[in-house]
T-cell receptor, first 110, second 113 residues
Framework: DAGVTQSPTHLIKTRGQQVTLRCSPKSGHDTVSWYQQALGQGPQFIFQYYEEEERQRGNFPDRFSGHQFPNYSSELNVNALLLGDSALYLC?????????FGPGTRLTVL | GEDVEQSLFLSVREGDSSVINCTYTDSSSTYLYWYKQEPGAGLQLLTYIFSNMDMKQDQRLTVLLNKKDKHLSLRIADTQTGDSAIYFCAETLYGAGSYQLTFGKGTKLSVIP
């Protein structure tokens, strides 16, 4: 079992650009959650996808959007990037109460 | 609302026990988790406990829950240098309409050889 995988590992973008991050869940998991972790902080919940629908959303603007595919993989899209969007973006997959995290994508916005 | 607080730093000698503390505010039925994050890596789930339990033990890890004070602790027995990392406490109201994990800011554990 490969566990949760994320791509790319690192990404550098400039302000105003758009970015897409990808996540493949652990085998057998049907739910994907996305978190943003700023330097020195705990992860902050962005949203969760289940059955290809956004089930719950955290306190993030509409610039953050997502999608879940029939194979349960997921994408996180961020439009109109700001310097403050620089962070580690973590994907977590789950089937019930245990959420397992991927290694993250480090996004730097210049 | 949910709020999770942790002390930021802990330093222990190799072979001693480490105790990492956390307080939470939500009084509803909740699951409480401990995650470990090594530098440049994602989060590793260590263990979790439901709020109707008092204690859970898993090899070198012991979780204690004081429901009255909303206080959670993680004890690591015989701490090793490989235990050096940031430890996050998190809670969720899973099953009560909320599935998000709410994290503390993390406790950086340094193990002195």
């Amino acid at each position: 079992d490969a566990g949760v995988t994320q791509s790319p590992t690192h990404l550098i973008k400039t302000r105003g650009q758009q970015v897409t991050l990808r996540c493949s869940p652990k085998s057998g998991h049907d739910t994907v959650s996305w978190y943003q972790q700023a330097l020195g902080q705990g992860p902050q919940f962005i949203f969760q996808y289940y059955e290809e629908e956004e089930r719950q959303r955290g306190n993030f603007p509409d610039r953050f959007s997502g999608h879940q595919f029939p194979n349960y993989s997921s994408e996180l899209n961020v439009n109109a990037l700001l310097l403050g969007d620089s962070a580690l973006y973590l994907c977590a997959s789950s089937f019930d109460i245990e959420q397992f995290f991927g290694p993250g994508t480090r996004l730097t916005v210049l | 609302g949910e709020d999770v607080e942790q002390s930021l730093f802990l330093s222990v000698r190799e072979g001693d026990s480490s105790v990492i503390n956390c307080t939470y505010t939500d009084s509803s039925s909740t699951y409480l988790y401990w995650y470990k994050q090594e530098p440049g890596a994602g989060l590793q789930l260590l263990t979790y406990i439901f709020s109707n339990m008092d204690m859970k033990q898993d090899q070198r890890l012991t979780v204690l829950l004081n429901k009255k004070d909303k206080h959670l602790s993680l004890r690591i027995a015989d701490t090793q240098t490989g235990d050096s990392a940031i430890y996050f406490c998190a809670e969720t109201l899973y099953g009560a309409g909320s599935y998000q994990l709410t994290f503390g800011k993390g406790t950086k554990l340094s193990v002195i050889p």
